[in-house]
């Protein structure tokens, strides 16, 4: 069992950078792909970054590649989502989810989820 709690969340003006925080609970977070998904007002969810079990191979969607990066420390039994050059399209709530596969863009491989933290993207 993995319970997760997302931080970080909150209002930026375009251009700049928000860092994102997936912290987990629970003894086998190193035995977990990780994967951040994000939904906007009126849309369904999608597939943000992956990182593998031990953070050698990340995925990323094409619409935040060369932007965001995804990272872990299995110590701290933490993921981060570094969010640069934020534009008001990043508006979401982000969300981050545990898996056994991975990385994976796909949401159903994913085990745990998170309750989301809102990030906002002024123009």
């Known amino acids: 069992q993995v319970q997760l709690v997302e931080s970080g969340g909150g209002l930026v003006q375009a251009g700049g950078s928000l860092r994102l925080s997936c912290a987990a609970s629970?003894?086998?977070?190193?035995?977990?792909?990780m994967g951040w998904f994000r939904q906007a007002p009126g849309k369904e969810r999608e597939f943000v970054a992956a990182?593998?079990?031990?953070?050698?191979?990340?995925i990323y969607a094409d619409s935040v590649k060369g932007r965001f990066t995804i990272s872990r420390t299995n110590a701290k039994k933490t993921v981060y989502l570094q969010m640069n050059s934020l534009k008001p399209e990043d508006t979401a709530v982000y969300y981050c989810?545990?898996?056994?596969?991975?990385?994976?863009?796909?949401?159903?491989?994913?085990?745990?989820w998170g309750q989301g933290t809102q990030v906002t993207v002024s123009s």
């Open positions: 989810a545990a898996g056994v596969k991975g990385p994976t863009p796909m949401r159903y491989e994913y085990d745990y």
């Open positions: 990182i593998s079990w031990g953070g050698v191979n990340t």
């Open positions: 629970g003894r086998t977070f190193s035995n977990y792909a």
